[in-house]
């Protein structure tokens, strides 16, 4: 559970635009990013809107007027400070490639510069046309049965989802694999398996009858129609007929799949099956040969996320003709690969997936290399970047912000007037017993597994994809490491992880202006405390309240706590979904709720510690230093992106978008008190109304 603004986006939402891809363009390693030095110092300065009331639009007042001067460019889906903080990111990543360039043969560094230049290299690939791909393309024309059909999805299932911590909901093999702690016994790793197999974000995308909906449905056929004749995978004479049934069966996919709302109760994902009964709880798949081919025949139970979907996945693998089923899954391959193929593959997918993102010109190419090799070797750059990009100076100050962070929300439990006391215990512990990582890892990831090669841009997508399986499935069996992170040092972004009882503040979210060493505390708590403040509270919202100090789902809550931690949480699901940024669309409270708990204690408890920091070094807050916190708070979210953007983040991801995540402030007194907050004012709300959950 990651606190995000809208540039990283978690889920479904930002895995669309990850698969907007480059046109074969030649750029310089040291480029410049899309953001000019006068826009990034806008990004960073003062919004304000002063013919805006605070009361009336809090998001609009601290932040309106850079919005009004903004320009989106045409590469990007949004602009803002997080996108800035992404920019010089990579800009920094780019020099950590650009020194690995000189590196010795052999060296952890030159696999990092082999890695980014066989991405590069557009020429090579286009050269090798669709030959890398061939040898899964023969194994799919192979099949003559569902036995193989079976043994194939097997053998291509990867470690590529994660529900909680990155919250990767998203895969287009047929079902994706998590390997983490178990959710009854946090000593051991255990298998826990997600739907997939889709190629739109989500299943609203297939199901929903609205006319924007069915028209992108038209545009993903037309898509598919286009790749198949591409790859001579049928004439253009059968290609729209093949294209249509591989959608229908999407389409199919889809109605079994769970909801957003519902993969993100994790009570709803709480079912075990022993390997022994897959056949008869999910006819259909041939499973003791699926779990042989994937390297999981030595496992007795597995964890089903979304039983649903594993049950009408399975029944369309034996209803529909196996044909279809090899189509879709050579339609698949392309599409999952397209950023190491060939350029004309690289140009169809972004003509319909910047339709998802309102973008209308792609990256650079090396924005693009940049990522995949932070994909394929994030820990490994990683220990690079920290070393130029993270003093220890400011290592320590973070630290002592999270310790005022933890005690602040420790107060806040023992201050509760309505938690019993045994579940005010309960939460206490789970705050002593909280592990925070600060920067980067306490242990660095081994890539030495991982053979990359400077022309082969395909083979190394393959191999890290697959190497990345079998370390999730040399897990097993292990002891369960409580300080693996899974964010690489580099990443604008952080996470609370509840089955670990783990945070991690990446050391690229921890700049300027979201932290620095000569800001005041109200600005650095109203933003980066605020975070901090966020990713704990994320242990005690509806999801992390599930969690015990272990890490293990247990209810350790009375009735009592529950129905009242639960009908204040109904209050914040019914204040989020009166706000509508379009006429027919609003936001959905319930699918927010966890995101939009974490903004509110995290606030409130940031409050709490900045105004704890000042009197430790003895001095008074005030009223302006009040408005400097909640000032910073708003900033923090600064973001400009598109409609089709908005849509999209509205319909498939936890978090509500920033502008209406800053409106939280309408909930603490003291927020009123220093803007001066009056009875008729858009925000205001009565005493009774402003949400307190903890």
């Known amino acids: 559970m990651n606190k995000l603004k809208y540039a990283k986006l978690k889920p479904v939402a930002r895995l669309c635009l990850q698969m907007m891809l480059a046109l074969p363009l030649t750029t310089p390693l040291a480029f410049a990013g899309n953001l000019t030095p ?84 557009t020429d090579v690939i286009n050269e090798r046309g669709l030959t890398p791909l061939q040898p899964r393309l023969d194994a799919i024309s192979a099949m003559s049965d569902k036995a193989a059909l079976a043994r194939y999805l097997g053998q291509n299932l990867r470690a590529d989802v994660d529900p909680i911590n990155a919250t990767k909901v998203f895969t ?26 889709l190629g739109l974000p989500d299943r609203e995308y297939y199901l929903s009858k609205s006319p924007d909906m069915v028209k992108l449905r038209g545009q993903y056929q037309q898509y598919v129609a286009t790749v198949l004749t591409l ?59 699926y779990f042989a081919a994937a390297g999981l025949d030595q496992q007795t139970a597995f964890l089903i996320w979304h039983p649903t979907a594993l049950k009408a996945s399975a029944s369309l693998v034996a209803s529909t003709p196996l044909e279809i089923w090899k189509n879709y899954l050579r339609f698949h391959v392309i599409n999952q690969r397209a950023d190491v193929l060939p350029t004309v593959f690289f140009n169809e997918k972004f003509k319909f997936y910047s339709a998802l993102a309102g973008t209308s010109v792609p990256e650079p190419r090396a924005k693009y290399a940049i990522g995949a090799t932070n994909d394929a070797l994030g820990e490994e750059i990683g220990k690079l970047y920290v070393a130029d990009n993270f003093s220890s100076e400011a290592k320590d100050r973070i630290r002592s912000m999270v310790t005022n962070l933890l ?53 190394n997508a393959e191999r890290s994809s697959l190497v990345e399986y079998h370390r999730a499935l040399a897990k097993f069996g292990q002891s369960v490491d409580e300080t693996e992170w899974c964010m690489n040092p580099q990443l604008v972004n952080a ?73 204040s949480a109904k209050a914040l699901v019914a204040q989020f979904n009166q706000y509508r940024p379009f006429p027919d669309l609003a936001i959905k409270g319930q699918q927010t709720l966890g995101e939009n708990i974490a903004d509110l ?30 000032m910073a708070f708003a900033k923090s ?15 498939t991801n936890e978090h509500a978008p920033s502008s209406y995540r800053v409106q939280t402030v309408r909930n603490l007194d003291a927020w009123y008190k220093a803007f001066d907050v009056k009875p008729g004012d858009a925000l205001y709300l009565d005493l009774k109304n402003r949400v307190k959950i903890w």
């Open 231 to 289: 790859a001579h995978v049928v004439n253009a004479a059968d290609a729209h007929r093949e294209a249509k049934r591989i959608v229908e069966l999407e389409i199919n996919i889809a109605k079994g799949h769970a909801s957003r709302a519902d993969t993100s109760d994790v009570l709803k994902a709480d079912h075990t099956w022993r390997t022994a009964d897959f056949n008869k709880k999910a006819p259909g798949l041939d499973w003791q040969t």
């Open 172 to 197: 287009e093999n047929l079902f994706g694999l998590w390997v983490a702690q178990g959710f009854h016994d946090h000593t051991t790793y255990q298998g826990y398996l997600m739907q997939g197999g």
């Open 38 to 121: 006068e826009e990034i110092a806008a990004v960073k300065g003062s919004g304000i809107d002063l013919a805006v009331k605070p009361g009336q639009d809090f998001n609009k007042y601290a932040n309106g007027a850079w919005e009004k001067k903004a320009i989106i460019p045409e590469s990007k889906s949004s602009v803002g400070l997080d996108e800035m903080l992404v920019e010089e990111s990579d800009d920094a990543v780019a020099r950590v490639i650009e020194k690995a360039l000189q590196a010795e043969a052999g060296t952890p560094a030159k696999k990092i510069a082999d890695f980014y230049q066989a991405f590069l290299n």
């Open 407 to 459: 005690a602040a929300m420790s107060d806040r439990i023992e201050r509760n007037t309505w938690l019993a006391a045994s579940t005010k215990q309960e939460a206490l512990l789970k705050i002593k017993n909280t592990y925070v990582g600060v920067g980067y890892p306490e242990k660095w990831r081994d890539y030495s597994a991982l053979e990359v090669k400077a022309d082969d841009a395909y083979g």
């Open 601 to 630: 204690v995290g606030l409130m408890a940031a409050f709490d510690a900045y105004h704890a920091a000042m009197k430790q070094k003895g001095q008074a807050p005030t009223v302006d230093t009040d408005k400097e916190f909640f």
């Open 495 to 567: 996470v609370n992880m509840p089955m670990q009882n783990a945070i991690d503040f990446p050391a690229a979210y921890l700049q300027s202006p979201n932290f620095d060493l000569n800001a005041s505390d109200a600005t650095n708590y109203g933003a980066l405390g605020a975070t901090i403040g966020h990713e704990i509270s994320h242990s005690f919202d509806n999801t992390g309240a599930m969690f015990d100090a272990k890490g293990e789902l247990r209810n350790w809550w009375t009735k009592a706590d529950m129905l009242r931690f639960n009908a």
């Open 637 to 651: 979210f600064r973001s400009k992106m598109r409609d089709e953007v908005l849509r999209t983040v509205i319909i």
